[in-house]
Structure formats: C-alpha cells, structure tokens
C-alpha cells in the first residue's frame, strides 16, 4: 500500500511538470500564430485573447494524451536509472505487475480526454467559429485601430487613424484609399468622425482634407480641396461559413451517417483509446541502460508518438473517403498498437528471464572442522579394520 501510494505520487508529480510545459508550449503557438493574423489586420487585436482560449481548449486533448505518456514514461526510466527496477525483479514481480498502478492513473485522465475529445472540443471550436463570423460581420468603422491600416470587408477600402477619437469624439489624421474600376482614390483628411441618418446608414464625415483621383502609373491625377465629406461604410454582411464537420456535437455525428461524420467520429473515438494504450507502450519503453544513453528510449517513445497520431489521421481520411470502413478505420491504428505493445512486452519478458537464468547458483560447502569426532564414525571404522579404536579428547 505505501508502494502504491509512493508510486501514484511520482506519477501524479511527473504528469503535472509535463503539463504544464507542454500546455506553455500550446498558448505559445497559439498566441504566435494570432498575433500573426492580428498584425495583418485578418483578426482584431481585442479578439486574441478569446480565439486563445476556445485554441487551447480544442487542443487540450493532445496536451493530456502526451502528458499520460511521458509521465510514465519518465517515472519508470528513473526508477531503472536508480537501479529500483532490479530490487523489484529480484523480489520475484515480473513486468507485468506494472500494468496495474499504471492503469489505476491512466484510466482517470483517458476518461477525461474521452469527455473533451467528444464533447468539450467541438463545443470550443463551435464557439471559435461562431466569434470569427461576428468579426467579419463588423461594419468598417469598428474595424478600424489607431496606428493600423485596416481593409474594409469588401477589401476595397483601407483605412488608417493616427490617433483616437478625443473629447470632442473627433479622430485625428484620417487617410482612406479606395480602388474602383482600375482607379484610385487617395482621402485625406485632418479630422474625422461618425454620423449615422434616420434610415439607419452610416457615415464618415472628414473635415480640412484633400482627395486624389487617378490611375496608378500615370501623372493625371485631380486633386479636390474640401471642407467637410462624407463618405458612407460599407455595413457588414453576415458571413455564412461552411458546415465544418469539427464543430458539430458528437451526437449528430451519430445520427449522421454519412462519410465525413463517420471519418470523425472515428477520430473522436481513437484519441481517449490511444490515451490508454500509449501509457501501456511506456512500460516497456521506459528500459533505460545506465551505460547507455538516457535518451534513446525517450527518442523512441516520440517517434512512436508520431506515428501513431499519424495513423490515426490517415485512417480518418480514408474513413471519410469510403476507402475504409468505420470500424476498419477505428480498429485498425489499435490492433497495430496494441501487436507492437505486446512484442515490447514480450522482449522484455524474454531478456529479463534470460538474465535470471545466467545468475549462478549457490554452491553448499562443506560444513567447518571444529575439531570434534564422532565417536560413532570411529567405532564403525575400527570395526571393518580390526584395530581398536582411540579417542583422544581435544582440550
């Protein structure tokens, strides 16, 4: 009992310090790749904080599944490096004993990565894709940031604002260019605001500026000095995105049947159940040699990692292709699993009882000479010569 707990302990300490590098990782990339798309105007900057947190959470799964693995993985190649696996074979438990306090943390965290996977993943990317459709409904005005050229949502206008609207609700330094029919039109203006008319359209209203009209490459250009012009925004039209198949629930993926919806939910499936056989495959592979180096078994894990995850992808693709089918594609990235987890096992079975049989035996040696004589001995020896027999007493 106190093993046990010692050993769910480590486990539990491990996964924990592989999480939450792992999970630093994921907001890394995440926040990366936003704050790419941000500063090309195709996100908002007040909308990457949100797209980071519904990112993170369709990605969590992943996240749990490598921690799973490299926390057992980790603490079973420690306890080889300290030499604690060679008290626990010469205590007569094999490998296998392993499969139980394994399966006792395992199970917890696979049922939670099944709860995300099914249910908490599409709901993030649902909510994802929902926010992303009422950023581009926006009217020009709202996208529009001090300091950042922004396009309109027809792409035909950009704007630029070189600082905020002041107390007089008035921004400052406006510059609007807009192409239409091969010509350009350059607006600039000291001041701008916004104005919105009884029927409900919007305008912007620059003051103290200049527009140019020409074709860009050409020197005939019209210059027009105004006073105050209004320019009307575009009103932003609701963007209606494709069906994607990862934002719909799980339970209309079973009650769809066709081709796209079995292919994931196939995925959905696979991912808790690779969850599970990933932290068997780290019993065996955690065998470190102490004379050997420390990483090749981590090396190993990872690229087995990839492979697997890769399989399992590829088999959605056929899924949804018809090339396979569901259960075919379900099954088939395990068995394969499941056939290299028990060859690992039995390779390590066989090179453990091997060392076990070269251990010698021990040898029974004689028992020491302390000097005293059995009497009986001596009378059976004189008898079968026919000389009598002395017994000497040793002081």
């Given at each position: 009992m106190i093993f046990r707990r010692a050993l769910q302990r480590e486990f539990t300490h491990v996964a924990a310090a592989v999480f939450v590098a792992l999970f630093a990782v994921l907001i890394t990339v995440v926040l990366i790749r936003l704050l790419g798309q941000a500063a090309g105007g195709r996100v908002p900057v007040d909308a990457v904080l949100a797209l980071i947190g519904f990112g993170s959470l369709s990605e969590l799964p992943i996240v749990l599944t490598l921690t799973v693995f490299l926390g057992v993985l980790l603490s079973l190649s420690r306890s080889y490096r300290d030499s604690e696996m060679v008290v626990w074979f010469a205590s007569g438990l094999p490998l296998t004993a392993?499969?139980?306090?394994?399966?006792r943390f395992a199970l917890p965290l696979t049922l939670v990565v099944g709860g995300m996977t099914l249910f908490l993943g599409p709901w993030a990317n649902q909510k994802s894709y929902e926010y992303r459709?009422?950023?581009?409904?926006?009217?020009?005005?709202?996208?529009?940031?001090?300091?950042?050229?922004?396009?309109?949502?027809?792409?035909?206008?950009?704007?630029?604002?070189?600082?905020?609207?002041?107390?007089?609700?008035?921004?400052?330094?406006?510059?609007?260019?807009e192409e239409k029919g091969g010509k350009l039109s350059v607006v600039v203006a000291s001041k701008g605001s916004i104005q919105t008319d009884e029927e409900g359209n919007r305008y912007v209203i620059l003051e103290q500026g200049r527009r140019y009209d020409g074709s860009p490459g050409t020197p005939e250009y019209r210059v027009m000095v105004f006073d105050?012009?209004?320019l009307r925004v575009e009103s932003g039209q609701q963007v209606t995105q494709p069906s994607r198949i990862r934002t719909r629930p799980t339970l209309d993926l079973i009650r769809e049947v066709d081709k796209f919806s079995l292919g994931e939910l196939s995925y959905r499936i696979s991912t808790?159940?690779?969850t599970l056989l990933l932290a068997l495959l780290a019993i065996p592979l955690s065998f470190v040699n102490p004379r050997a180096g420390r990483t090749n078994n981590l090396l190993l894990a990872i690229l087995i990692y990839l492979i697997y995850k890769n399989l399992i992808i590829v088999c959605q693709t056929w899924v949804s292709q018809e090339k396979l089918s569901f259960v075919s594609g379900l099954l088939l990235p395990h068995l394969l699993a499941s056939t290299l987890l028990v060859l690992f096992f039995y390779r390590r079975l066989t090179v453990t009882l091997f060392w076990r049989r070269r251990v010698p035996t021990p040898i029974a040696l004689p028992p020491e000479n302390t000097g005293e004589v059995d009497a009986n001995a001596l009378q059976e020896e004189g008898a079968a010569t026919?000389?009598?027999?002395?017994?000497?007493?040793?002081?």
């Open positions: 392993w499969i139980g306090p394994v399966l459709e009422q950023l581009e409904s926006r009217d020009d005005t709202q996208r529009v940031a001090p300091g950042v050229f922004r396009e309109s949502s027809g792409a035909r206008r950009v704007f630029f604002v070189e600082a905020e609207a002041g107390e007089d609700g008035k921004v400052r330094n406006v510059f609007v260019s105050r012009y209004l808790p159940l690779a026919g000389e009598p027999v002395r017994q000497e007493q040793t002081p």
